[in-house]
Each structure stands twice: as C-alpha cells, then as structure tokens.
C-alpha cells in the first residue's frame, strides 16, 4: 500500500470516528417538532438510533476497504459516491443520538476496524464478489431499518424520518450493487452475516 493511501485511509477512519460532517443533503428531520417522549421510549430511540449510527460507521469502513482493493475504476468510483450517502447517514444519526441525549457506542473503533478488514478482503475475491457482498449487506440492513420503523415511538417523528430516508437510500445502494454485476452470495454466506449482525445490534444498543 502506497504511503499516500494509507495516510488518505488513516484520515478518513479519523474522520467517521471522531468528526460529525455532513455533505449535501440536510437531516431528514428538520423542520420536525421534537415531541417529548416519556422515558422509556427516549431510552428505546437512543438505543435503536445508536444502533444505527454503529450501522454507518460500519458502512464508511466496508466501502472504504472495498474502494482500497478494486480493480474496476467506474465501480470505485461508484462505491465512493454511495459511501458519501453513507457519510451523510452518519451525520444524521449522530445528530440525532445528540438530541436524545444519547451516547455513540464505545466500541466504535472495533467495529470499524472489523467492518474495514471485512470489505478489504470481499474486495480481495474479486469485484463480483465484493458487490455481492455489499447488496447482500445492504438489503440485510435495509430490513433492519424497517425493523426500526416498526418499533421507534410513533411520536419520534425525527428519528422516524431519519430512518425512512436512510432505508430508501440501502436499497438504492443494493440495486446499483446488482446493477455494477453482484454475485449471489451461498446461502450460508448470507446466514452468517445476519449472526453477526444480530450479535452486533444487540451489543451496540446497550454499548
């Protein structure tokens, strides 16, 4: 790896980690109300909505591995466009965990450097692959959105919205995957990465 892209690397990880930037599109949320919730359900959107925030700090790394080690220039490019949606969602939940009065996870920095060793080595199988990878991750995390849906409290009308616009956006992301040439995963490929993604949620929703 050439000096300047692993500083360009570091940077960027820096930056997901620690800096709460947004480019483009505003939050979902503005102009919302922010009604007063009772406790527990401010405790449940905290808990969902630091989840999800977990959910993009995973997703800046998975892009960001996979970008490292592609062949195909237009499918990176691609990828970096969509990992700037991604930015955004970071934003947007950061954001929101703030009003709430919430924390991000502590375990952040181990999440991203998993997800990041993750896409560098889907990257690694081929480009085929590694966009297979990404759809699959994508229309797994756009059913745990929907989840989310279900279960914040109807007056978090801010969360809610976040939430709606990011689930559009993973299905947007899986279809340019699919569109890009993605590979279908085995099915005990796919099982796998929905274990892990239950034992991440549920240890990000307290940690």
């Not at 690397?9 to 980690?17: E, I, Q």
């Not at 959107?45 to 592609?70: D, F, I, K, P, W």
């Not at 480009?127 to 279960?151: K, M, N, P, Y």
């Not at 109807?154 to 040439?181: C, F, N, P, T, Y």
Request: hydrophobic share 45%.
């Amino acid at each position: 790896m050439r000096v300047d892209t692993l500083i360009l690397s570091v940077d960027k990880a820096l930056r997901t980690l620690f800096v709460n930037s947004s480019i483009g599109r505003g939050s979902p949320s503005d102009g919302l109300s922010d009604h007063a919730l009772a406790a527990g359900e401010r405790a449940r959107s905290e808990g969902l909505m630091r989840v999800n925030h977990v959910g993009e700090v995973c997703a800046q790394a998975l892009y960001q591995g996979q970008a490292l080690t592609c062949r195909d220039a237009s499918i990176r490019r691609s990828l970096e466009a969509a990992a700037d949606e991604e930015v955004e969602h970071l934003a947007w939940t950061a954001g929101r965990l703030a009003e709430l009065g919430g924390r991000k996870s502590v375990l952040n920095p181990l999440w991203y450097l998993g997800a990041w060793s993750i896409g560098a080595l889907a990257g690694k199988c081929g480009d085929a692959w590694s966009l297979g990878f990404l759809a699959e991750t994508e229309r797994q995390v756009e059913a745990h959105l929907s989840g989310h849906l279900e279960i914040l409290p109807e007056e978090d009308v801010r969360s809610r919205a976040i939430v709606a616009q990011m689930k559009a956006d993973e299905r947007r992301h899986a279809d340019m995957a699919v569109a890009l040439g993605a590979e279908s995963l085995p099915d005990a490929a796919r099982a796998g990465m929905r274990l892990v993604a239950k034992v991440m949620t549920k240890t990000a929703y307290y940690l």
